[in-house]
Every structure is written in structure tokens, then in C-alpha cells.
């Protein structure tokens, strides 16, 4: 399973998150300490916002400990809100247009998790994608399947709304295909405005997933990124952390398709 973080608040330096902490998205892409995979090896990738509508994106296929350049990025790169991943393979190929971040027109994407059993509903969930948003699809990845599906349900307008019926839609075709492996999603998605995180799985398994409110700011991450956990909270299973205006808010995840956002 992947690693990732995402950041919403004062513009600071990538570094503080991503490269500087003891137990660092660097140090989490070698040693994971709450995932399946201990390794996370499959590519790396960041996303942030800055003085363009559309976010910037640097993704590489190199496992994020040994590229050097990352760190020399995340100290020069500053940025309001931005996404970090480093990446665990679950079938599809160590290619760059399959690392996370995803990027369409203003929004980004990233997650941890799986979708059943890809190989045999992939043709079914992108047939979800409206014509609009398939040429946004470069990779292979149920992630960016996904994520399109999401933006073509009505996600730049309702993002919590549309997550929740493409979830609730895509969980009805895994069940429908006898695949024994579950949904799992734990996501970020933002428009550099507003930030949603998600952490849901179909059955009692949902991946990690933290958040430290510090007031000026908030982060997410899979793991906490230092010792002191006392300033770390988990986001419960079947919830999604919203920051809005300033305000981070907690509420239930629900797939019910009458979900809209506030």
C-alpha cells in the first residue's frame, strides 16, 4: 500500500513535510510502519498550488530515497496546499503517468488502496469516464480511473457527493464481480482551494490515515511523521476530513448517493 501526505494552510516550504521530519514521506518510502508493504518503491510524486490555476506536478519512477532531487525540490518548492505519495504497486506497471499525484484542469488526486480486483472490472469502471475527462487519462492505474470517474459525476462542483456515488457505483461492481479483494480508499482530493480526505474500505479494513490540526494549517498523512503522536488524531474508518475556509471539519462518509457537500 502507498504512502502519502497533504497539506493545507500558511505557504511554507514542501520540505517541512515531506523531506525534514524524522519519520519523513522519504523515511515512510523505505520503512513504513502501518502498511502491508514496509517498502514503497514504485515511483514518488508531488503536486502543489501556486501562482497558477492548475497545480504544478513532478512525478519520477525512481523510489523517492534514492532520487536526489526530491529534496532539493521540496526545499525550494513553496506552496498554500500541496500533495506528497510515494508509491506501492498493486499490479500496474512503474510507469510515471501511473504515479500519484493526479492532475485534471485545477484539480488534484492521490490515493492508498485498491479497487477489487482491477484486471477484471477496469473496462466496467472506465466506462464511468465521460468523454470530457477520458483524455485526461494517461496511466493504467484504477487510481486515476477513479479519480476521473469522480470529476465526471459532478466533482468540481459537489466533490463529496460525487466521490461518494462513484464510490457507492464501484463497490456495486466489485461485489457484482465475485472478486474477494475489497475497496479500499483512502484519498485526498483538492482544487487548491478546499481540502477533502477520505478513509473508507468495504469491509473492516480501512488503510491508516492521520491528521495534525495545528491551527494555521492542517496535515494528513498515512502515518504520523514524528515520535510525539499526542499531537497526531486518526481519522476514524468511514469518515472524510474537510478543510474549508480555515475550518477543519470531521463527518461521517457515507455512500448514500444523496450526499452533497455543505
Known sequence: MCRWIAYSGETIALERYVTAPIHSLIAQSIGALESSESTNG????????????????????????????????C????????????????????????????????????????????????????????????????????????????????????????????????????????????????????????LFAFRYASNDTANSLYYRDAGDHVVVASEPLDQDRSYWKPVPAGHMLVAKQGKVLLQSFSLDSRLAAE
Open 42 to 73: 514504485d515511483g514518488f510524486g508531488l503536486g502543489w498550488f501556486g501562482e497558477h490555476e492548475e497545480p504544478g506536478l513532478y512525478r519520477e519512477v525512481r523510489p523517492a530515497w534514492s532520487d536526489e532531487n526530491l529534496r532539493h525540490l
Open 75 to 194: 526545499r525550494h518548492i513553496t506552496s498554500h496546499l500541496f500533495f506528497a505519495h510515494v508509491r506501492s504497486s498493486t499490479g500496474t506497471a512503474t510507469t510515471r503517468p501511473n504515479c500519484h499525484p493526479f492532475a485534471h484542469g485545477r484539480w488534484l488526486f492521490m490515493h492508498n488502496g485498491q479497487i477489487g480486483d482491477w484486471s477484471a472490472i477496469r473496462r466496467k469502471v472506465e466506462a464511468l469516464i465521460p468523454d470530457d475527462y477520458y483524455g485526461s487519462r494517461c496511466g493504467t492505474t484504477d487510481s486515476e480511473a477513479v479519480f476521473l470517474a469522480i470529476l465526471g459525476a459532478g466533482g468540481e462542483r459537489d466533490p463529496i457527493g460525487a466521490t461518494a456515488r462513484t464510490i457507492a457505483t464501484i463497490s456495486d461492481i466489485v461485489r457484482a464481480s465475485g472478486a474477494h479483494e475489497p475497496v479500499r480508499f483512502t484519498a485526498a482530493l483538492s482544487n487548491g482551494r478546499d
